[in-house]
């Protein structure tokens, strides 16, 4: 008689071990049948008085681990369903939640550069002119008076398209002018800005690839102090309000009389640093009045019109305003490189 009774409240044990009520249907369903006024555990309380007297103290204590084993199942899967409703509403309900932040790229130093170079020019009348980085050997060379024995011209420094002594990767954005020159009338004020390619051996200091931002002014009676004061506005503007500028005579075969201009180094306040070689000067660019030969070359009066052209890296100037002391920095796309840059241009 009692071996059946014990099976009996064994088996109610099991059945509360093995259920796992997962809504809040089946846990109310559960807390009626186990632990509700009329639950099934109660009735075997009273089973106790047909247990013979030696095992009545064991029955008890398996009755009360069964009443046990039911509070403890309820109110672990009680603080189950709440947390999973807990989390339900933190991820796809909380409309106050923060949202996600999008990854905001950043612009090229380059880019911000170039942008500023145009920019200023912009402000005093210049307008962009683009064109192509492919280019005939006539626009890049011959347009702008370099003689056919030119070194420029070899196929050291010139990237020339595969069985093509005509077409090449235009080694500087003065073949704008060419472009420009040809197609338009002065007045002309323009910027060209744009990648320009030279068969250099990649080092910490050149590539094979850089950018240029050309200018040309052609129109009546423009002279060199028209230049000059024109660099110099651009030089105070890019660098500095306290920027002096140094003109050296040079050579291009474009321009005549021709000039390299310096700015005062704006690292080091002119006073002498590794940046400009303890000269206080740092070379930015080439200039000089467009050759009369380049003009009548293409198609402008050059006893009725004169220009001033300058031609300047822009690599460089990045690298100098940024403290940027290897030019491949630029070319790599390294996220961590290039993340540093922000800017409104
Ligand atoms: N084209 C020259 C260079 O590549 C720069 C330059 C442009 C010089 C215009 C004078 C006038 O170095």
Redesign the pocket.
């Known amino acids: 008689m009692s071996a059946e009774i014990f099976e009996k409240v064994n088996q109610v044990l099991q059945d509360i071990e093995i259920s796992s009520p997962s809504n809040t249907e089946e846990l109310e369903a559960f807390r009626i049948k186990y632990l509700g006024s009329k639950n099934s555990i109660k009735p075997l309380f009273g089973e106790i008085r047909n247990i013979e007297n030696e095992r009545k103290k064991e029955f008890g204590q398996l009755v009360n681990a069964v009443k046990q084993a039911a509070e403890q199942k309820f109110s672990s899967a009680q603080d189950a369903l709440e947390s999973q409703s807990e989390s339900a509403s933190a991820s796809d309900l909380d409309l106050s939640a923060p949202a996600e932040p999008f990854a905001l790229g950043s612009r090229h130093p380059i880019s911000i550069t170039q942008n500023r170079i145009v920019d200023i020019f912009s402000r005093i009348g210049f307008t962009v002119s683009e064109n192509r980085e492919i280019e005939d050997d006539w626009h890049n060379f011959t347009a702008m008076n370099t003689p056919e024995d030119h070194p420029a011209r070899d196929m050291q420094d010139t990237f020339y398209l595969q069985n093509s002594t005509e077409m090449l990767l235009r080694?500087?954005?003065?073949s704008v002018q060419a472009r420009v020159m040809t197609k338009t009338q002065p007045p002309i004020r323009i910027i060209a800005p744009g990648r320009v390619y030279r068969n250099e051996t990649i080092s910490a200091r050149a590539h094979c690839q850089f950018h240029?931002v050309?200018g040309l002014y052609v129109d009546e009676n423009v002279s060199f102090a028209d230049m000059k004061q024109t660099l110099l506005y651009f030089a105070q503007e890019m660098f500095g309000q306290g920027t002096k500028i140094r003109l050296r005579p040079s050579y291009?075969p474009?321009?005549e009389p021709?000039a390299e201009m310096d700015v005062s180094c704006f690292i080091c306040n002119a006073e002498g640093c590794n940046v400009c070689k303890y000269t206080g000067w740092v070379e930015i660019l080439?200039?000089?009045m467009v050759d009369p030969e380049v003009l009548d070359r293409c198609g402008i009066d050059s006893k009725k019109y004169t220009g001033f052209?300058?031609?300047m890296g822009v690599e460089r100037q990045a690298m100098l305003l940024y403290g940027i002391n290897d030019i491949r920095l630029l070319f790599e796309n390294d996220v961590r490189f290039l993340k540093q840059f922000t800017s409104a241009l």
């Not at 080694?171 to 003065?174: A, D, G, K, R, V």
């Open positions: 080694t500087h954005t003065s240029q050309e291009f474009f321009t021709s080439g200039c000089g052209a300058f031609g």
